[in-house]
């Protein structure tokens, strides 16, 4: 269980315990899945499965009080791994790097595996509550909505992709997808924004060993920022601006939950607000 600081909190933390609120460090352990259930963050649960050897099924813990996982929710799961595959309730669905799988509210049995222990799957799982059911539906990488924006000039190229939105593949609230900076940008997400009405989680993946991203975080006039590293996940309640800058180019998936779908429904900061 995980809980957040009110932003009257947050202004007067120091470094380890902003990093104790808002980063989550481990959500990666071999041969295990991991959980974290922030509550106070539109009730998402965050997790990893990293299978060595065999497959891993996905449980309902007890705090959720549910006979499956997805009994009352829908999950979103990236490989940012070797190759592998998700099982939902006896459908096998292949996972290469960088592939998206959409679990419905409802299915049963989920379980991971890694085509080679060596080079093991890495699943990131965001998971919100579900209203409805939508069906379990796989999307590659190269079958993603992609779109191009940023300039050089400003350091922030970048490909968006989206994976899961009310475009394209259906969800209860869940909005998810990656964000590829090319090569010689490193900015994200600049002029920065907040949302008023949904919440955000970056996992950023592809953040070579001596290499960091600053990721700016809290209050458009209260900024404070995380030094993240590959696999760190940043939290942000819909207070906060989420933004950053890394010593290379890097890659982010962006997942949303809240009261509106909305890709462009956020509240814009202009750079003079910012402190």
Request: hydrophobic fraction near 40%; include cysteine.
């Amino acid at each position: 269980m995980h809980y957040l600081p009110s932003p009257a909190e947050t202004r007067r933390m120091d470094t380890p315990e902003l990093r104790d609120r808002f980063l989550l460090e481990d959500v990666f352990q071999p041969g295990s899945v991991t959980l974290r259930f922030v509550v106070d963050l539109d009730r998402v649960v965050i997790g990893g499965a990293v299978p060595t050897g065999g497959a891993l099924r996905l449980e309902a813990p007890p705090e959720m009080a549910a006979e499956s996982f997805t009994e009352r929710r829908e999950i979103g799961i990236l490989n940012v791994g070797g190759d592998g595959s998700v099982t939902v309730d006896g459908e096998r669905h292949a996972m290469a790097f960088r592939d998206g799988l959409y679990v419905g509210r409802g299915s049963h049995e989920i379980a991971f595996e890694s085509g080679d222990a060596a080079n093991p799957a890495r699943f990131y799982l965001v998971s919100y509550p579900a209203h409805a059911e939508y069906p379990t539906t796989h999307v590659a990488h190269a079958d993603a909505e992609a779109t191009e924006l940023g300039t050089a000039a400003t350091a922030n190229r970048r490909i968006l992709r989206k994976y899961f939105h009310p475009g394209g593949v259906r969800t209860a609230q869940l909005v998810m997808g990656v964000t590829e900076l090319l090569e010689g940008s490193v900015w994200n997400t600049m002029p920065a924004h907040t949302h008023a009405r949904r919440t955000e989680v970056y996992l950023y993946f592809r953040v070579p060993e001596d290499a960091v991203v600053f990721h700016l975080m809290g209050e458009p006039h209260q900024t404070r920022h995380l030094v993240v590293r590959d696999g760190e996940v940043a939290l942000s309640p819909g207070w906060s601006i989420h933004s950053g800058a890394g010593t290379t180019s890097y890659s982010f998936c962006w997942a949303m939950g809240g009261e509106n779908q909305v890709f462009a429904d956020m509240q814009g900061v202009s750079m003079d607000a910012l402190r």
